[in-house]
Structure formats: C-alpha cells, structure tokens
C-alpha cells in the first residue's frame, strides 16, 4: 500500500496569515493516464470529510481560491493564503492511485 | 443534491455482527465506484473496502480482511458492509464514500463492546 506521511501534525495560526501543509508518498501518484491522484481534504469538528482539491492542484466546486495545491510525483503542498477562523479543522492528504490511503491528518488552530 | 445516507450502526458485543446501509440519491450510482472508511474516536481516517461501479473489483484492508463483506445493489441504489467477528479495534464511524468525487455520508457509528 502506499503510504501517505503529512508534515506538520499540528498548526496555530494567526487569522489573516498563510499556512502550508506538506505531504509525501511513498510512491509516485501519478498514473500511466497522465493523471496525478492527489486529494487533499477538510474534516471541521462534527463534520464528514470535504473535498477541497483534486488531482494535486484543481479546487473543487465552491471552494475559495485561498486554497493551492501544488506539486508532482511524491511531495505535495495545500496552501492557505489568508486563513481564516472556519478554515479550523484537520486536513488530510489522500491517495487515489489504487486503494485509498490517507495521511496521518493535520490539524489547524487559530491564534 | 448528492446524498448518501449511512445506516445500521449501534452497540453490539465483541464476536457479533452488523450490516451496515449506504442509501444513494442525487447521482449515478451504478457509475460509481464506492468505499467504506471509517475513523476511530479521536483518529485519523481509514480505508477499508472498495467496490468498482459493477462489483468486478473488491478490496479490503488487511485489518478486515475475511471478516467484512462488501457488496452493493445498484437497483436499489444500495451499498453494504456486513461486518463478522467484530472486535473493539472495529469501534468508528463508518462513512459511505466515493473520495475521488467528493462524496460522503454523514457516517454510523458502530461501538463494540461488552
């Protein structure tokens, strides 16, 4: 299985000032397609998972364009431009190559 | 409106049994492929099976493997998870998913315990 490692584990961060999150696999994710299946996700207290980026870099429907990803291969990045007091929550990585697998989560507090 | 809507969780003693339901709306359900992850209380999110749109293809995780049994009912817009020889480490929420599109349910709890 692929193995999805997120850096850091936790986050505080003053409203208004950008975050960056990191994650690694232990494989290549991009496909013989061309696609590179990267996800990352949003879990707000109480809440399921909502997607915030799809294959590495596209947000999906709804989402403010402070969210970035970037990245190729094996490392990855979701950035935060401004963030903002509901942007709280723990981020994960996932992995779409085959099975799913997801990172360890993130999670960000506000100052 | 996309809507999944998990159902079938509940207490239930270590060696027994639950089926979970997934009840699909507002997409095409036949077309896709579906998962059940699950989260532990205070845990990260975890895969544990994996249907393609035909049921074709089935996966599981090892930590479920030979125990749960993954099916669905594209007639009825169905997804199940027949969930054997349970054990505390099977405590979580499980979610109906398909991650790639999006798309999750609100998750059931199922607890394990005496």
């Known amino acids: 299985d692929i193995v999805m490692t997120q850096t850091p584990l936790s986050l505080s961060v003053t409203p208004g000032q950008p975050a960056s999150i990191s994650c690694k696999s232990s494989?290549?994710?991009?496909?013989?397609?061309?696609?590179?299946?990267l996800y990352w996700y949003l879990q707000k207290p109480g809440q399921s998972p909502q997607l915030l980026i799809y294959?590495?870099?596209s947000r999906f429907s709804g989402v403010p364009d402070r969210f970035s990803g970037s990245g190729s291969g094996t490392d990855f990045t979701l950035k935060i431009s401004r963030v903002e007091a509901e942007d709280v929550g723990v981020y994960y990585c996932?992995?779409?190559?085959?099975?799913?697998?997801f990172g360890q989560g993130t999670r960000l507090e506000i100052k | 409106e996309v809507q999944l809507v998990e159902s079938g969780g509940g207490l239930v003693q270590p060696g027994g049994s639950l089926r979970l339901s997934c009840a699909a709306s507002g997409f095409t359900f036949s077309t896709y492929s579906m998962n059940w992850v699950r989260q532990a209380p205070g845990k990260g999110l975890e895969w544990v099976s994996y249907?393609?749109?035909?049921?074709?293809?089935?996966y599981y995780a090892d930590s479920v493997k030979g125990r749960f049994t993954i099916s669905r009912d594209n007639a009825k817009n169905s997804l199940y998870l027949q969930m054997n020889s349970l054990t505390a480490e099977d405590t979580a929420v499980y979610f109906c998913a398909s991650p790639k599109g999006g798309y999750w349910g609100q998750g059931t709890l199922v607890t394990v315990s005496s």
């Open positions: 294959e590495v870099s």
């Open positions: 996932m992995q779409g190559m085959h099975v799913i697998t």
């Open positions: 494989q290549s994710l991009l496909h013989s397609d061309g696609k590179t299946y």
């Open positions: 249907i393609s749109s035909s049921s074709t293809s089935i």
